[in-house]
């Protein structure tokens, strides 16, 4: 079986986006309204051929208000349960919100390896974005643009490393 990742972060920060980019397909359904994904979405990372990995794509969570229990959020526990390694995915131009608070908090529980993926980087001011994220004190963070395929090489690089 395939090692697999798991794209977990709240609705609207790109993770459909990146999933397509990382699986070269158009699968996931990437769309301007938030919770377009519903369901855990599995594909394929080949992008290094003799090392290929599986990704699960969820719809997000939208924060402890909306309750961990709901359907999306349930979908990406399940997700983040499965995984060998989760990409917490945030949107570097909004910055931290109180979601994203909660969503760590509910990671820090489920105690995987976590790496930080800063999202739309794209013509932004990427120190002062990551800066934004420095208090939730993870060690692995990267800068990408999921929809100009930015920064994805190191990623790459980084998930193999730790898969
Ligand atoms: P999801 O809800 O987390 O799956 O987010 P989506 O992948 O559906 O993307 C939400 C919106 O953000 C869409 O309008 C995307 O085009 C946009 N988006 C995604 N990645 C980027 C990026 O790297 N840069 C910019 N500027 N927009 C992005
Ligand atoms: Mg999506």
């Not at 349930?74 to 570097?92: C, H, K």
């Not at 908090?105 to 120190?127: C, E, S």
Request: negative net charge; hydrophobic residues 45%; aromatic residues 4%.
């Amino acid at each position: 079986m395939l090692p697999l990742v798991a794209l977990v972060g709240r609705p609207n920060v790109g993770k459909s986006t990146l999933f397509n980019a990382l699986t070269r397909t158009r699968d996931a359904l990437v769309h301007d309204a938030p919770g377009v994904t519903r369901d855990r979405n599995y594909g394929v990372c080949r992008l290094d051929e003799s090392r290929p990995f599986a990704l699960v794509d969820t719809g997000g969570i939208a924060g402890v208000d909306e309750g961990l229990q709901g359907a999306t959020a349930r979908q990406s526990r399940a997700a983040a349960e499965e995984a060998d390694l989760i990409l917490f995915i945030v949107d570097g131009r909004e910055g931290a919100s109180t979601i994203d608070d909660d969503i760590l908090a509910w990671l820090r529980k489920v105690a995987k390896p976590t790496f930080l993926v800063v999202n739309k980087t794209d013509g932004i001011d990427v120190p002062a974005a990551l800066a934004e994220f420095a208090r939730y004190g993870i060690k692995d963070v990267l800068a990408v643009s999921s929809a100009h395929k930015q920064g994805l090489d190191a990623l790459l690089a980084k998930v193999l490393a730790q898969l």
